[in-house]
């Protein structure tokens, strides 16, 4: 009888051990569970912030589509997209709706520059606003892209693709019906999906660059061409590459605007 008595006690003194290990296992597999979760949470957390960041930090220009040469390109009709200006946009009869020849110097590089008042009179009445006030002396060039698609972008007083004149303007004008940029068109950044969003940021091509149109609202308008210089700005500034071996951000060569004059 003792012996069996002292034998049930074992017995549930090892079921009290199973138990208690079971428990303690399950609790490990709950916090393994519970850890995962965070975990993965936490990874498209950080995705999504550097997605966001991304396109905040560039959310002023054309996109990456694949590259297709071409030497000319046709036009568009202004896109007419619902919207409206901002700000004290300045007014669209100041282009005069003719062409404006001039310089724009980067890192006292000289480019020859044509901009067309009668294909993209609001745009063009913006920028010669904006040169005549020296607004553009100083500003950076804050973003390059070497794959896909070629170009410079410059005129975020910020130097970090989120600046402008303090106001914004559209509709898109003279953006390219097959779009095709040839090398050495200038164009006007924009938001994605926002044909109002125009501002000061521009971007030069300085490689035959294709950019479909990215949504409903059109391309990107076309403001005019660099006529010279684009071949010593391509080895000054361009064949230097992106910061830190990438293909679209800061351009290894720091670029500055160092005057831009129109007549």
């Known amino acids: 009888m003792v012996a069996n008595d002292r034998q049930s006690r074992e017995e549930r003194a090892r079921l009290r051990t199973y138990q208690a290990r079971q428990r303690v296992h399950e609790g490990k597999i709950r916090r393994r ?7 993965a949470i936490a990874l498209v957390v950080v995705l999504v912030l550097a ?15 694949e590259p297709v040469a071409s030497p000319e390109a046709t036009t568009a009709p202004p896109t007419d997209a619902a919207g409206e200006n901002t700000g004290d946009v300045p007014s669209a009869d100041i282009a005069e709706g003719r062409t404006w020849t001039g310089t724009l110097t980067l890192n006292d590089i000289p480019l020859g520059i044509e901009l067309d008042g009668a294909a993209a009179p609001q745009a063009v009445s913006s920028e010669i606003s904006l040169i005549q006030s020296g607004f553009y002396d100083g500003v950076s060039c804050h973003r390059l892209t070497t794959d896909g698609i070629f170009v410079l972008q410059c005129g975020d007083p910020n130097g970090d693709g989120t600046g402008g004149p303090g106001y914004s303007y559209g509709p898109i004008e003279n953006d390219p019906a097959d779009g095709v940029y040839p090398a050495g068109t200038i164009a006007m950044a924009r938001q994605s999906g926002n ?49 830190d071996g990438a293909t679209d951000g800061a351009p290894v060569v720091p670029v500055t605007i160092t005057s831009v004059t129109v007549e």
């Open 33 to 39: 569970t519970r850890d995962n979760v965070v975990a």
């Open 51 to 65: 997605t966001a960041a991304q396109l905040f930090f560039f959310n002023g220009g054309p996109g990456t589509p």
């Open 195 to 243: 044909a109002y969003s125009q501002g000061s940021q521009v971007f030069i091509v300085y490689g035959d660059t294709t950019l479909p149109s990215e949504d409903a609202i059109g391309g990107y308008t076309v403001i005019g061409q660099v006529t010279s210089g684009l071949d010593q700005l391509t080895a000054g500034v361009i064949d230097a590459g992106v910061v």
